[in-house]
Every structure is written in structure tokens, then in C-alpha cells.
């Protein structure tokens, strides 16, 4: 390694950190960095893996408040993401480098698409969250009369006209409706964070957290969004609460796959030492600048970088 070498990693580290607090794809800045500085792609991969892991590690500290409560998801989820990333660790350590080689332009690209996605899958998730909620809070809301005032049941309807006291007829039970629709139409009140996270996890959401792990640790670009979607649509809880259990899943997931990259002998430890200590820093200083820089146009950065960076090698491998 070479001082040039060495400074490329370090900004590619401090980037890289800082666009994972705040939008997410800092594997899109590290990893073509590294092929730049002349790795093999697949130690390129490992190294990067292992250079950022200690930003999801941060992540979940900062996320301690919204994970309480969520001690029964994680063992549930647990296990499939620790099989998902060892799956995903190993089935690329048995790649040949020239496979991996040729598919990694497709993999940029397809981490493009899914940081491109979302914006658009939040809403999608915040959507049917809202559906779900406000479907319960209804089911539980009591009955509200729809007779005039001071109809009883059984009796006869108020009548019409101007009620004792001066209030027009009917004025209660437009007062209990609009009472009983701003109850149903809040969530937060209706369905309390801790029933939501007492509801079971199924199967199908294991099976999804198993899968992503292991795209995320044969390939982590975008795995917070596949994570995000995966427990958005199949889980009921507040937004901030889903996306605590993301991040500590996504940390599950690469502390896995870095302890079988270890093992594997295959880390450039000078690149990756760099790494650790520039996306930590980056961590910092990004979730800083955070409340300043609108995360829609540093993510379409990332995409276009990105974009640029497939483009290039497979140019390159013609």
C-alpha cells in the first residue's frame, strides 16, 4: 500500500460512514475504492465488509430506547439472520474469484436499484402500518350512537330542532364521531408499541430476515433496505422501533460473516484497519450533518456513483 492507496481508503472510509447515517450504500463508496487501490475483488468484498461493520455496531447502541421491548423478536429473528450471514459469508468464500469477478457489476447494480427503492418502499411500509393500526384502533373503538342527542336504546330519537341548552339536534353525535375517528386514526394511542411487539413472528418474516442476511453478507450493499422491507410489511409497529430492529440485525448479520472472513484469512488488514477508523469517524460526523443534508440528494449521489462504478468494470471486462 502506497500513501495514495492509503489516503483513497481513508476518504472512501470517511464517506462512507457518514452516507451510512444518513441514507445508507456506504458499501458502494468503500468497495470501489478498494478495487481501485488494486484488490481482488473478492478481498475487496471481505475487506470492506470487515473495515465497516463497527458502524452498525454504532447504530444499534444509538437505537438502545427504541429496541426495548423487542427481546422476544430478536430471539425469534436471531437465528435467521446468524444462518443467513454465515450462509451468505461462506457460499462467497467458495466462489472463484473469476465468477465473483463477473458478477460483481450486476450486484452494484442491483444495489443501486434497491437504494433507488427506498424512499418509495418506506412509504409502502408506512402505508400498510397505518392500515393495520387503524384497522385495530376501529375494531376496538366503542360504538358510537348515530341517533339525535339523548336518544337511549330502545327509544325513541331525539327530535329535530334545537336542543334543550341551545345546541343544534344530532351536535353530540357529530362531536362522538368525530372523537371516535380521531381515535381510530391514531395509532400510537390505539395499538401501544409493546402489544405490537408482543404479536408472534411467523415464518414467512424469518425466512425474509434469512434471505437478506445472506445477500447482505455475500454482498452488503443494500441490506437495511431489504431488511427494512422485510420487517415493515410482515411486522405492525412504529416506524422507528422497526428500524432499531433492522439495524441490529443488519450488525448480526456482518459480525457473523467478518468472524468467517476472519477465519478465512482473506482480509487486507492495513485497507481494513483505515476503514474501521475512518467510517467510525465518518459515523460521527454524518449523523451530525444529518440534520442539515437532505438524504434524497446525497442517496441519488450514491446511486450515481454507483451507476458509474458498474459501468466501468464492465467496460473493463470486455
Same mark, same amino acid.
Given at each position: 500500500?502506497?500513501?495514495?492507496?492509503?489516503?483513497?481508503?481513508?476518504?472512501?472510509?470517511?464517506?462512507?460512514?457518514?452516507?451510512?447515517?444518513?441514507?445508507?450504500?456506504?458499501?458502494?463508496?468503500?468497495?470501489?475504492?478498494?478495487?481501485?487501490?488494486?484488490?481482488?475483488?473478492?478481498?475487496?468484498?471481505?475487506?470492506?465488509?470487515?473495515?465497516?461493520?463497527? *458502524?452498525?455496531?454504532?447504530?444499534?447502541?444509538?437505537?438502545?430506547?427504541?429496541?426495548?421491548?423487542?427481546?422476544?423478536?430478536?430471539?425469534?429473528?436471531?437465528?435467521?439472520?446468524?444462518?443467513?450471514?454465515?450462509?451468505?459469508?461462506?457460499?462467497?468464500?467458495?466462489?472463484?474469484?473469476?465468477?465473483?469477478?463477473?458478477?460483481?457489476?450486476?450486484?452494484?447494480?442491483?444495489?443501486?436499484?434497491?437504494?433507488?427503492?427506498?424512499?418509495?418502499?418506506?412509504?409502502?411500509?408506512?402505508?400498510?402500518?397505518?392500515?393495520?393500526?387503524?384497522?385495530?384502533?376501529?375494531?376496538?373503538?366503542?360504538?358510537?350512537?348515530?341517533?339525535?342527542?339523548?336518544?337511549?336504546?330502545?327509544?325513541?330519537?331525539?327530535?329535530?330542532?334545537?336542543?334543550?341548552?341551545?345546541?343544534?339536534?344530532?351536535?353530540?353525535?357529530?362531536?362522538?364521531?368525530?372523537?371516535?375517528?380521531?381515535?381510530?386514526?391514531?395509532?400510537?394511542?390505539?395499538?401501544?408499541?409493546?402489544?405490537?411487539?408482543?404479536?408472534?413472528?411467523?415464518?414467512?418474516?424469518?425466512?425474509?430476515?434469512?434471505?437478506?442476511?445472506?445477500?447482505?453478507?455475500?454482498?452488503?450493499?443494500?441490506?437495511?433496505?431489504?431488511?427494512?422491507?422485510?420487517? *415493515?410489511?410482515?411486522?405492525?409497529?412504529?416506524?422507528?422501533?422497526?428500524?432499531?430492529?433492522?439495524?441490529?440485525?443488519?450488525?448480526?448479520?456482518?459480525?457473523?460473516?467478518?468472524?468467517?472472513?476472519?477465519?478465512?484469512?482473506?482480509?487486507?488488514?492495513?485497507?481494513?484497519?483505515?476503514?474501521?477508523?475512518?467510517?467510525?469517524?465518518? *459515523?460521527?460526523?454524518?449523523?451530525?450533518?444529518?440534520?442539515?443534508?437532505?438524504?434524497?440528494?446525497?442517496?441519488? *449521489?450514491?446511486?450515481?456513483?454507483?451507476?458509474?462504478?458498474?459501468?466501468?468494470?464492465?467496460?473493463?471486462?470486455?
Amino acid at each position: 500500500m502506497n500513501g495514495i492507496d492509503a489516503l483513497l481508503t481513508a476518504g472512501a472510509g470517511l464517506l462512507a460512514g457518514g452516507v451510512n447515517a444518513i441514507a445508507g450504500g456506504g458499501t458502494l463508496i468503500a468497495f470501489p475504492a478498494l478495487l481501485a487501490a488494486g484488490l481482488p475483488a473478492v478481498t475487496a468484498n471481505i475487506t470492506s465488509s470487515v473495515g465497516l461493520v463497527t *458502524g452498525y455496531a454504532g447504530g444499534a447502541l444509538g437505537y438502545r430506547r427504541e429496541l426495548a421491548g423487542q427481546a422476544a423478536r430478536l430471539r425469534a429473528l436471531g437465528p435467521a439472520a446468524i444462518l443467513g450471514g454465515a450462509a451468505g459469508a461462506v457460499i462467497l468464500l467458495v466462489t472463484p474469484g473469476g465468477a465473483f469477478k463477473v458478477a460483481v457489476p450486476f450486484l452494484v447494480l442491483l444495489s443501486c436499484a434497491l437504494l433507488a427503492s427506498q424512499t418509495k418502499l418506506a412509504g409502502v411500509v408506512a402505508r400498510r402500518r397505518a392500515a393495520r393500526t387503524t384497522g385495530s384502533a376501529a375494531v376496538a373503538a366503542p360504538a358510537v350512537p348515530t341517533a339525535g342527542l339523548g336518544a337511549t336504546p330502545g327509544g325513541p330519537a331525539a327530535p329535530d330542532g334545537p336542543a334543550p341548552g341551545g345546541s343544534p339536534a344530532g351536535a353530540g353525535t357529530a362531536t362522538a364521531e368525530v372523537t371516535a375517528t380521531s381515535q381510530a386514526t391514531t395509532p400510537a394511542a390505539a395499538v401501544p408499541a409493546g402489544a405490537s411487539a408482543a404479536q408472534p413472528v411467523t415464518w414467512p418474516t424469518r425466512v425474509g430476515v434469512f434471505l437478506a442476511g445472506a445477500y447482505g453478507s455475500y454482498f452488503g450493499a443494500g441490506l437495511g433496505v431489504l431488511l427494512l422491507g422485510v420487517l *415493515g410489511i410482515l411486522l405492525v409497529d412504529d416506524l422507528q422501533r422497526t428500524n432499531a430492529l433492522k439495524t441490529l440485525l443488519s450488525f448480526i448479520v456482518n459480525a457473523v460473516g467478518v468472524v468467517i472472513f476472519l477465519a478465512s484469512a482473506q482480509v487486507a488488514w492495513a485497507y481494513a484497519g483505515i476503514l474501521v477508523v475512518a467510517s467510525a469517524v465518518g *459515523g460521527v460526523l454524518g449523523a451530525r450533518v444529518a440534520r442539515r443534508l437532505p438524504a434524497k440528494g446525497l442517496r441519488a *449521489g450514491v446511486i450515481t456513483l454507483g451507476l458509474v462504478v458498474a459501468v466501468v468494470l464492465l467496460i473493463r471486462d470486455l
